[in-house]
């Protein structure tokens, strides 16, 4: 019987948080698109925390929706609980989380998927990759006759061919659950895992790796006393995440989450039970992410530490699980047991869901690209945790721009490669694919060297324009963030030119916010600037002011009264890309350059950086390694002109705006 | 690794008893073959071991040169990490010139200046300060400027700023831990804490910028003031040293410190003429060159030059100036000794102690006594300056300014209230300037310690 043949021009093997960004992005760029899910069940599917954002986190989601994605439209409609984060600090870290309602958040986004032109859902698990030179092997006929990715295989069988891969496996490759000495050869949540499929990427000559992460209990709502733990509430007043809902919109009844501690009790059953412990006992192999540890690992490392803070959050409006944020573990069931029960408020807890240590098959990403394709296999592409991330908002960023490079590649385009001063998911991918990440590697506010100019309030500021060129956003709201723009040159111009006289109005209302008296004539940028006042409380005293919409009126408060920390940052920005414009030829054989040390050379041929900048970011490089760099690309500019010229001309990897 | 084979004199130009010619690339072995000659002749040094020393003459067209020791190093086990030869011979000027050539015939190429150091840093053996600090040892003019230069060698200076990074990447660390977990770790009184770490970090970088300042007189040699009455001749004077010299003066104006008018380097001793005095300024008022001004020059001076018209007799003011010489390492010179003299050497010898010379700045005599006696005193050790260790070049100083005006930001900071994360920006910059101070890297170490340092939660 003949196996099903089929002809697309993407497709994406994973339907979670990248795969879902991925395929939306390449049908909405009009791709022909297919997604492959193991279960339909599971799009989208959050298998461990019940939040979307957090620090740094919902900048990721800001900048997907301004670039056209799909996350913070998607949040906003599914939350149950929303904060924003570090409101006390300044405005570059402030950070939305929001709690979702899981099966909610789950079920809005499939339909977000079904309802797609262009996009096609398939429950199947895809086993191999196969490039043309693959397919002719099996005696069939590729649209390409390079080592190009030309289709792939479903364990069924079937083919179907396609222009472009793109891999979005999050945990599921030769994925194993641990809890305790119970270890189960399953994906997240006893979903089944993919088995097939690393064999065939190890075949093509990449190279996995294997890392662990781990997800705490759930435990059954109505056997927690909560009069025992702090209420955590919302906001009062709930900003969405995505730049098109409306706020008025999201002003919803919101649960709240609930705050405990663990105690020597706790940390007493964790230390004498710790050869239980499959990561102690030497059972993982994968290497697990510091800054997520397991209650195990907390303990053991900070040993000083008596008391952790445990934060319980329930994981839907139609569920009594509550999820044990802070507590994860792969000790046996029975400590498991024990152990949640030492809690204040959980004496009497019922587990539904016992906390486990999930391994599974990874990339180290240095195999990619920043456009996020494999340089050993033109067309495949990757996102997410496959690519050695972790966290929901990670996996989407990649996701999307992984859709977005490979309909660009399809489309003859030029790959879109955001830089480390332009957003967060620009920082994310240059950190996954020039350095070398041990561990599953999540974002966080001090990755981002200029986090003050990508801010999560100007996201839309700094990417809309983008996502208007790449294809994902409609005019109307480019035009939109132009008529913002404006908005926000205008009134700042006008503000600096308003000057407020030493008047009993304007002494009386310094005084009512404990501000120094005038002695002369000040521009109200001036007094915007004073730690204790800003642009809406200076409100009275600003006859005429014009009537602006919200986020102008914000951005101009935070534009002047930190112009100074600006002006600094874009100076730093400037020294940058003074660097990231050297640019480098790509191919090049490092051998041949005298002065590199042997090591150097080995990771520059490795990684073929795109220029300097990128070079020096790479792991095993070191500045003196920078320093020859610059001087053969001096030499260069004397003794081979023509190579020279050609850098500054050929690759430039901006999608210019 | 390729490299051209390089070679020069290593040690001094100076009568020393023992003189260095190195010689260093992939060739070095071979060409050191071409020049060398074992006692039996027998011996081939590209097939002796690493890290051994050979003894034997050096020839060129086969008549011997020297009796010399060779040092044989194989990369990367050597200074610059390449195959690496170093010929211990008798010192001196002309022998240390007949090697090089015969070495430079053999297929060397002569070195550029630091080109064993850039090498060296090239290679990975060294970091950017050492590699500086040895490129001022090359460049050292004086004995005390290479005392200066070998304890920056020894990482001196990269032992404070390296402290001070290890300081600001704790406190970057602490900050950003906060704001990635702001439920577990709190910045509470942070800011009172920061300051008093900061006014420490700043206490630093200004003493590492007052050795600066110190590290100036090592590298360019002696601080001279010409000091005398108007009309005396010491425009005439200057202009005939800096004119001998014309070839080698650089002219360091515009310098921060007081400004330097003229560097004069007479037989590899380097004098920098301050203009404290009014050395151009012949028509100055009597009142306005009076002693006070002196005093002040003589003060700030390593060597006084006491400029006196021989044609005249000594009034009270001549008397108070040299009264003021009398702790001062100083010169009295007698212009114009072409003319009717009044006063002679031996005239005022009772007066002071010091050398006096009789000059002509009209027919140059003395001119070359005078010269004679200044290299005298500096090589006898006369001329002596403070001994701090940190000698530092200008691009490091402007790094250090840098950090020192962003610590001062990050003060302003947290006086003005600002958030902590705040900091972080201007904290960070000092961090970037100290780090290309000593050419380290930036990334990577800031997470690193978060990771080491704080528990972080999720």
Redesign the interface.
Same mark, same amino acid.
């Given at each position: 019987m003949a196996a099903i043949e089929e002809s697309y021009d993407v497709v994406v093997v994973g339907a979670g948080h990248a795969g879902c960004e991925a395929a939306l992005a390449c049908a909405r760029l009009g791709m022909e698109t297919i997604i492959f899910t193991v279960s339909i069940e599971s799009i989208a599917m959050m298998p461990c925390?019940p939040n979307i954002g957090g $620090? $740094?986190k919902g900048h990721l989601v800001r900048e997907i929706d301004a670039l056209g994605g799909e996350m913070g439209k998607n949040i906003d409609k599914t939350f149950i609980q929303s904060k924003m984060?570090?409101r006390? /600090?300044?405005p570059?870290?402030h950070s939305l989380r929001a709690q979702a309602d899981k099966a909610a958040y789950t079920a809005e986004m499939r339909k977000t998927l079904q309802n797609t032109d262009h996009l096609t859902i398939r429950q199947a698990e895809v086993s191999e990759i196969l490039t043309a030179e693959d397919l002719s092997g099996l005696g069939k006929t590729a649209w390409t006759e390079d080592a190009r990715v030309a289709a792939v295989r479903t364990v069924s069988g079937a083919i179907y061919y396609c222009k472009a891969v793109i891999l979005c496996t999050g945990t599921y490759l030769k994925a194993r659950c641990l809890t305790g000495e119970m270890i189960s050869n399953t994906g997240p949540n006893g979903l089944s895992a993919a088995n097939y499929l690393t064999d065939s990427l190890v075949s093509h000559g990449i190279e996995v790796r294997r890392f662990k992460t781990g997800t705490p209990a759930r435990i059954d709502r109505r056997s927690i006393d909560f009069s025992k733990m702090e209420e955590q509430r919302g906001d009062e007043r709930v900003v969405p995440f995505s730049f098109t809902t409306n706020p008025d919109d999201v002003q919803i009844d919101q649960v709240s989450c609930w705050l405990t501690y663990t105690n020597e009790r706790t940390h007493e059953i964790i230390r004498t039970n710790l050869d239980r412990s499959p990561i102690y006992a030497g059972i993982i192999e994968g290497t697990g992410p @510091?800054?997520?540890?397991s209650i195990e690992d /907390?303990v053991v490392?900070?040993a000083d530490?008596d008391r952790?803070?445990i934060?319980v959050e329930p994981e839907g409006l139609d569920t009594n699980e509550m999820y044990i944020?802070?507590m994860s573990s792969s000790l046996p069931e029975d400590v498991q047991f024990e152990m949640y029960r030492t809690l204040p408020g959980l004496e009497n807890a019922k587990i539904v869901r016992n906390a486990y240590a999930i391994e599974y098959d990874c990339i180290d990403a240095c195999q990619l690209y920043a456009s996020l394709e494999f340089k050993k296999m033109p067309g495949l592409f990757s996102g997410g945790q496959f690519n050695g991330s972790s966290g929901y908002e990670e996996a989407a960023g990649q996701g999307l721009i992984a859709g977005i490079n490979a309909s660009r590649k399809i489309m003859g385009k030029e790959p879109l490669i955001l830089d480390r001063s332009q957003a967060y998911i620009g920082v994310l991918i240059d950190d996954l694919v020039t /350095?070398k990440n041990r561990e599953p590697y999540r974002m966080?506010?001090?990755?981002a &060297?200029y986090? #003050?100019i990508l801010r999560q309030d100007n996201a839309d500021l700094r990417l809309t324009k983008i996502g208007y060129e790449v294809g994902l956003i409609e005019r109307e709201r480019y035009d939109r963030v132009c008529e913002k723009e404006r908005l926000i040159e205008e009134e700042i111009r006008r503000v600096k030119r308003v000057k407020l006289g030493a008047s009993a109005r304007v002494q009386a209302l310094l005084e009512q916010y404990g501000s120094i008296a005038l002695n002369t004539g000040v521009f109200l940028s001036e007094l915007m600037r004073r %730690? &204790?006042l800003d642009y809406e409380k200076l409100g009275p005293l600003d006859e005429n002011r014009p009537n602006l919409p919200p986020d102008v009126r914000e951005q101009v408060n935070i534009l002047i009264k930190?112009e100074g920390?600006i002006e @600094?940052?874009v100076k730093?920005v400037e020294k940058f890309r003074r660097l990231e414009k050297k640019k480098l030829p790509v191919p090049y054989d490092y051998g041949t350059i $005298?002065? #590199? @040390?042997?090591e150097?050379q080995q990771k520059l041929n490795e990684f073929q950086p795109l220029n300097i900048g990128q070079a020096? @970011?790479i792991?095993g490089v070191? %500045?003196?390694?920078v320093? =020859?760099l610059l =001087?053969y690309l001096e030499q260069l500019k004397y003794l081979n002109r023509d190579l020279f010229n050609s850098l500054n001309e050929g690759i430039d990897n901006e999608v210019s705006v | 690794m390729k490299s051209d084979t390089i070679a020069a004199i290593a040690t001094a130009m100076s009568p020393s008893g023992i003189g260095i010619v190195r010689i260093s690339g992939s060739d070095a072995f071979a060409v050191a073959d071409r020049v060398y000659r074992s006692k039996s002749g027998k011996v081939r040094l590209c097939e002796c071991e690493s890290h051994t020393i050979q003894y034997g003459y050096i020839c060129d067209n086969g008549q011997v040169i020297d009796e010399v020791m060779v040092l044989l190093m194989r990369g990367p086990r050597s200074y610059t990490a390449e195959d690496t030869v170093e010929i211990d011979c008798h010192g001196g000027v002309y022998l240390m010139g007949r090697i090089l050539e015969a070495v430079i015939a053999a297929g060397a190429r002569p070195a550029e200046p630091g080109e064993f150091t850039k090498r060296a840093f090239l290679n990975g053996r060294i970091d950017l300060t050492r590699a500086e600090a040895v490129i001022d040892v090359i460049n050292a003019k004086n004995e005390y400027a290479l005392r200066g230069s070998m304890d920056q060698l020894q990482g001196a200076l990269h032992e404070q700023v390296r402290k001070m990074r290890e300081v600001l990447l704790h406190e970057l660390a602490l900050i950003e831990s906060a704001l990635d977990d702001p439920e577990h770790i709190t910045l509470e009184g942070y800011g009172s804490q920061l300051k008093d770490t900061v006014d420490n970090l700043l206490k630093t970088v200004d003493k590492l910028l007052k050795s600066f300042e110190n590290g100036r007189i090592f590298k360019e040699g002696v601080n001279t003031v010409i000091v005398g009455k108007p009309n005396v001749g010491k425009s005439s004077l200057l202009n005939i040293l800096v004119g001998r010299e014309r070839a080698i003066v650089t002219d360091v104006a515009g310098t921060t410190r007081d400004v330097i008018e003229e560097q004069i380097n007479l037989n590899g001793v380097t004098l920098n003429i301050m203009d404290t005095a009014g050395i151009h300024d012949t028509d100055d008022c009597v009142e306005r060159i009076g002693v006070e001004r002196a005093r002040k020059a003589a003060a700030e001076a390593d060597l006084v030059i006491y400029v006196m018209d021989a044609t005249r007799e000594p009034d009270g003011e001549d008397e108070a100036i040299m009264e003021l010489l009398l702790e001062k390492q100083a010169l009295v010179l007698l212009n114009k000794s072409d003319l009717r003299v009044v006063l002679t050497p031996e005239k005022i010898k009772s007066k002071i102690n010091k050398q006096i010379i009789s000059v002509s700045a009209k027919d140059l005599t003395g001119i070359s006594q005078l010269e004679e006696i200044i290299c005298k005193m500096f090589f006898q050790g006369e001329l002596k300056y403070n001994d701090e260790i940190y000698a530092i070049n200008v691009r490091q100083k402007n790094l250090l300014v840098t950090a020192g005006e962003h610590l001062k930001l990050v003060k302003q900071s947290i006086t003005d209230g600002m958030p902590e994360d705040f900091y972080s920006i201007d904290l960070m910059s000092a961090y970037e300037a100290l780090g290309n101070m000593i050419g380290e890297a930036v990334e990577d170490d800031l997470v690193e310690e978060i990771f080491s340092k704080f528990c972080m939660g999720k």
């Open positions: 925390n $620090s $740094s984060l570090n006390s /600090k300044g570059a870290v @510091r800054y997520c540890p /907390k490392k900070f530490k952790h803070q934060f944020g802070g /350095k966080m506010t001090s990755r &060297e986090r #003050l %730690p &204790e930190y920390y @600094r940052q730093q $005298s002065g #590199l @040390r042997i150097a020096g @970011r792991s070191t %500045p003196a390694d320093s =020859v =001087v | -």
